[in-house]
């Protein structure tokens, strides 16, 4: 079946079905607006074409394609006929082999016309070019508007005893197929590894007269399971990120897909000899983390040789993307921050940028498409500025809710209005819009009843593609299937009957687990409704959305969906799968409620729960999900084993001198729980709430082993190799090949610990390490923090949170600080109102980066210590020596402090 592997439903339907529609337009093709169909038939000369020679019966008389697995039909093929061409007829030819039992011939239209044919009649502009028109529409006398049809619009008409599918070149015809055979004769294709085929004794067709041109000319999603060349096909997804190859009719290829600012001038390349070519930041250059300097000549320059090089290599590729690179730090520099004034948006110099490289492009590749973002800082379109004719802006609705529509929820009003902005002066405006909860991809994500009224919005605001982000990093998300068709439906047609489709699916997918389901979905998208829950893509599972009595109930569901399918083990499985959501938010929500008794944290919870993780786990691992969450640090398998596991307790080791009282766990990290001064009674290391699902498994003291943010050496159970009254040696093995080793030494007259990490590459071959220190502190609130660091002259600069902290991020706000930046080798940060500080010293050498990372909201202060990113042989190291201590009383220290001057 031409590569067509996936479970089929056979529906046995016995009565034949006529087409209803007479002598006009679909109900789709009048939705986009057309005042007459682009199809136009000359049915007075068909008649008497058929009166002459008994070709062509009645114009208006039911066609019967098949009957009893016999037909007298043939499927008729232009000579020149293309690839997806190729594959359309022989998809309509294996499909009525299936339903009807009859297989169809395919001929070539060079040989004579039979009395019933399937004429499947492509643009006729390839054929111009071989001198030829198609022969079957002329001899009908039929003519088409194939200007309005473009690429992928169709029309299917029966004339005569004829049905003709006429489409566009290059994926029109395809397409036409598709659509004859979904909406004429009951196919579904609902998912890569589920199809409905219908079973008929008679193919019978009444009149039909159907035309749909899509208003979306690009139409793209990334979940996995959208991925499949044939159902992106059969589904009309046409986007860069399905397999799509020449028989399904292509696709519409980027190049360096997006925040390429890195790619089209490297700080790697560059910074050194050119400082100047990157984000000026509070007066200074910087590489890490940064954008490009817009307004340097230089820059533009680089950047489009850069985009034209990616052409020679990209023949294919049709769009190329000019875009920031995924965070801040636009350049502050005096002509940058010009540009960005006089258009009142940062919008501004990038689009001015932008439009200076599709100029050059379009001058030796017309046929090319320059694509940058609307994204974050630069959303707000520009005063004055507009988009050339080849440049797309892919506006991006990140910050939205998306339990509400776009255009009606009052959080997202600052977005709608953008839209309308942007639609004032972009012709070619594209969408980048999010459908999950990119923190946890498997928890409920109640927008179902959103897709289509937000497709609907960007369409009414002259949007031309849409780009639906999922999770593209993992399988398994919830109702990823199911939401990847109904995307698909909604994208081609934004007026269509997504309810029903909704309902296909769901009976398609899951059989008689089909109620509950959709009692389920129902349920959890009123709960949205009726409270008016907003939802972004960092929802939390202790989100009000997910209340016990919501969790009890889907529960309850969920059991009844199980007991509907317990003797299919297929159907099953997809309900253990879609069940998987709400184990997550009960894992997530439950946990274990550990309490420090004596020297071990003991849980008070009972097997119950290890039984739901186990079952997770199982379910997930035959579902293939990979992530939990986007990114490195979101592994299923790394979240399953930092679970706190309520059947055993995690060990607490104590050191104590005069002064201090520590306390370590080393089966969670090797982490430091409590730095306690004695004379205070204070901690200063935050730590989590108990009633975080991590809990004591995160904050505190911890360490990794890469640069990335929790990379291994974070939650890894750590082996104690020594250990005195006042000092003590934890060693672990990682998974990326490395042993980290921590030595931990209280100071016998003074509250000091001294800490000597060493990371040791025990593998065969060598890896990269970094040695990242992250301890995180609490003094006081952030409003009375104050940071100092010494510098090489000795004097030492300042730093006032409580000003730093203006906008203070829900993740904290990041500092980093480099070569000269960097502290001498010691900073302290100081609470003002309680005169207590902490001083942190390390070796300057073993140190390449320090990470200041504050919230006002956690009262919480990171000073962490990076080391050089290096590739280690076997058997070497790398190491920091650093040491903490707390002082009672900072006002005479801060006396003897020689500040440098402000600024």
């Known amino acids: 079946m031409h590569g067509w592997t996936a479970a089929v439903i056979v529906v046995p339907i016995l009565v034949s079905v006529s087409a209803p529609r007479v002598g006009r337009p679909s109900a789709f093709a009048r939705g986009t607006k057309l005042r007459r169909s682009p199809f136009q038939a000359d049915i007075a000369g068909s008649k008497a074409r058929a009166a002459r020679g008994g070709a062509l019966a009645e114009a208006w008389s039911d066609i019967v394609l098949a009957e009893g697995g016999r037909s007298e039909y043939v499927i008729v093929l232009p000579g020149e006929a293309s690839p997806s061409e190729e594959h359309a007829a022989n998809e309509l030819q294996s499909f009525l082999e299936q339903i009807s039992g009859a297989k169809l011939p395919i001929v070539n239209d060079d040989e004579p016309p039979a009395a019933a044919e399937i004429i499947l009649a492509p643009s006729p502009k390839r054929l111009w070019r071989a001198g030829r028109r198609n022969k079957r529409l002329g001899q009908l006398g039929v003519r088409v508007d194939w200007e309005k049809l473009g690429d992928e619009g169709f029309t299917i008409r029966t004339i005569g005893n004829h049905l003709v599918i006429a489409g566009g070149r290059l994926r029109g ?12 004769l009951g196919c579904r294709w609902f998912a890569e590894d589920r199809s409905r085929v219908p079973k008929r004794e008679t193919i019978r067709l009444g009149q039909i007269d159907d035309t749909q041109i899509p208003l979306l000319e690009y139409r793209d999603t990334d979940y996995p399971c959208s991925r499949d060349a044939d159902f992106a096909a059969r589904n009309k997804l046409n986007g860069t990120h399905p397999r799509l190859d020449e028989a399904r009719g292509g696709k519409i290829s980027y190049s360096h897909f997006v925040h390429t600012f890195n790619s089209l001038v490297p700080p790697d390349e560059y910074f050194d000899a050119h400082p100047e070519y990157f984000s000026l930041i509070n007066g200074r250059r910087i590489k890490e983390r940064t954008q490009l300097c817009l307004t340097n000549p230089d820059v533009l320059r680089i950047a489009t040789e850069t985009v034209k090089e990616w052409i020679k290599a990209a023949p294919d590729a049709r769009i190329f993307s000019v875009s920031q690179n995924d965070w801040r730090n636009w350049c502050q520099c005096d002509r940058c921050t010009a540009v960005a004034e006089r258009e009142g948006s940062q919008s501004g110099p990038l689009l001015q940028f932008v439009n200076a490289i599709a100029e050059q492009i379009e001058k030796e590749h017309p046929q090319v498409a320059i694509s940058t973002l609307a994204y974050q800082y630069t959303r707000q ?28 929820c009052e959080r997202n009003a600052s977005f709608a209005d953008d839209i309308r902005r942007w639609h004032q002066i972009c012709d070619r405006l594209y969408i980048w819009d999010y459908v999950i909860d990119y923190s946890h991809c498997v928890m409920p994500f109640p927008n179902l009843r959103v897709l289509q009224p937000n497709i609907k919005f960007f369409v009414e605001n002259g949007v ?16 990823s299937k199911l939401r990847t068709y109904l995307m698909a439906k909604a994208l081609w047609n934004p007026d ?30 009123d709960k949205v409704q009726e409270e008016n ?12 959305l997910f209340s016990p009595d919501i969790v009890a109930r889907a529960k309850r569901l969920f059991d009844e969906a199980e007991k509907a399918v317990a003797d299919d083990p297929q159907l099953l499985h ?54 939990i969450r986007e990114g490195s640090r979101g592994l299923i398998e790394d979240w399953l084993a930092r679970l706190p596991q309520p059947r ?23 982490r430091i729980y409590s730095i306690l001064d004695r004379r205070l009674y204070t901690n200063v290391l935050h730590v989590a709430g108990r009633d975080d699902p991590l809990y004591p498994g995160v904050g505190g003291y911890e360490e990794y082993s890469e640069s990335g943010y929790r990379s291994p050496g974070w939650s890894e159970e750590y082996r104690l190799e020594e250990t005195t009254s006042g000092s003590a040696v934890l060693v672990a093995r990682l998974k990326n090949g490395l042993e980290l080793r921590r030595s931990i030494v209280l100071a016998a007259d003074e509250p000091k610990v001294s800490i000597t990490s060493t990371l040791t590459n025990r593998a065969k071959d060598p890896r990269t390490a970094c040695l990242r220190v992250h301890p995180e502190f609490s003094l006081g609130r952030v409003d009375d923090a104050v940071l100092y660091m010494r510098r ?6 300042s730093l006032d949170l409580a000003g730093a902290l203006s906008d203070d991020p829900p993740r904290g706000k990041e500092l980093y600080f480099r070569s000269d930046e960097k502290p001498a080798g010691e900073w302290m940060l100081v609470d003002t109102a309680k005169k207590l500080g902490l001083i942190s010293s390390f070796e300057p050498r073993e140190v390449e980066v320090c990470l200041l990372n504050f919230s006002g909201a956690e009262h919480r202060v990171n000073l962490e210590l990076w080391s050089p990113e290096r590739q280690l042989a076997p058997g070497e190291s790398l190491s920091i020596s650093q040491t903490y201590r707390i002082v009672e009383n900072t006002v005479p220290l801060l006396g003897d402090l020689r500040l440098a001057p402000a600024g």
């Open 173 to 184: 015809t395809l397409y036409g197929v598709y659509t004859f055979l979904e909406e004429h």
């Open 381 to 408: 379109p520009p005063k004055h500025v507009k988009p050339r004719d080849n440049v797309i802006v892919r506006l991006c609705s990140i910050e939205c809710c998306f339990a509400h529509p776009l255009a009606t």
């Open 464 to 479: 031309k593609g849409i780009y639906e982000e999922s999770n593209y990093f993992s399988r398994g998300g919830e109702f």
């Open 496 to 525: 269509c009957d997504l309810e029903k489709h909704m309902d296909e699916f769901l009976e398609g997918y899951y059989g008689a687990a089909a109620r509950p389901i959709r009692q389920y979905i129902d349920m959890i998208h």
């Open 533 to 544: 829950i907003h939802c972004t893509i960092r929802t939390p599972p202790t989100s009000p």
């Open 574 to 627: 997809r309900v253990q799968v879609a069940l998987l959501p709400i184990q997550y938010v009960e894992i997530s929500q439950g946990s274990p409620r550990y309490r420090l008794r004596g020297d071990a944290f003991v849980s008070e919870l009972g097997p119950e729960r290890q039984t739901l993780i186990d079952t997770f786990a199982r379910v997930a691992k035959a579902a293939k999900v990979t992530h």
């Open 648 to 670: 055993r307790g995690h060990p607490v080791l104590e050191l104590v001198s005069p002064t201090l009282r520590v306390q370590i766990i080393p089966s969670l990290g090797g």
């Open 792 to 797: 090489e002259s000795g004097t030492w600069s």
